[in-house]
């Protein structure tokens, strides 16, 4: 099976062998005073996501390298910039069977928490960069107009404005 991994669009040059995919929990447990204890059920909390990836000093002939073989530089650099931005990025993780058919994508937006950087001599020349990501969800306020009519026997219809879209704005300076 082929796992293909991307960062913003990178792709790491060689998949880890291992992924952890959480999905945050908000339930509420509370102790009622006849009836013991009970779970209060809430929506899931955000997906983390954390794995190891070794990134090569050298090319290797396992390793993808879809614009040619990138130092260590290239990535930890790249780490460094989404870590500096804080804005959020795309992390896709692409499952294929050997004969080419899609099994699932994880797709999803995601802020980089955390990352350090392992150094191990069985690895040899290699670094092993340890990486936690969050699940990143847009937010903002909504302005929402409510009509009613003179109707009595007709409810009240509310409508959602859309934000104007302030992306080419500038950003605030804060300090």
Do not use: C
Not at 137 to 155: D, E, F, R
């Amino acid at each position: 099976m082929a796992y293909t991994m991307y960062l913003d669009g990178v792709p790491l040059p060689i998949t880890p062998s291992k992924l952890d995919i959480r999905t945050g929990n908000q339930n509420k447990t509370v102790t009622l005073i006849n009836e013991g204890e009970i779970n209060i059920l809430k929506s899931p909390g955000l997906i983390d996501v954390s794995f190891d990836a070794l990134i090569p000093q050298t090319p290797y002939p396992f390793a993808i390298y879809p614009d040619g073989f990138k130092d260590v530089e290239h990535f930890l650099s790249k780490f460094e910039e989404l870590k500096a931005e804080k804005t959020p990025f795309q992390f896709i993780l692409s499952r294929v069977t050997p004969s080419g058919k899609l099994l699932f994508d994880t797709n999803i937006k995601v802020a980089l928490e955390e990352w350090r950087i392992i150094e191990d001599a069985r690895e040899g020349l290699d670094l092993t960069v340890s990486i936690k990501l969050k699940q990143y969800k847009a937010y903002g306020t909504k302005l929402v107009n409510v009509t009613t009519s003179t109707s009595a026997s007709s409810p009240p219809i509310a409508s959602v404005t859309e934000p104007r879209d302030d992306s080419s704005a500038p950003k605030p300076k804060t300090y």
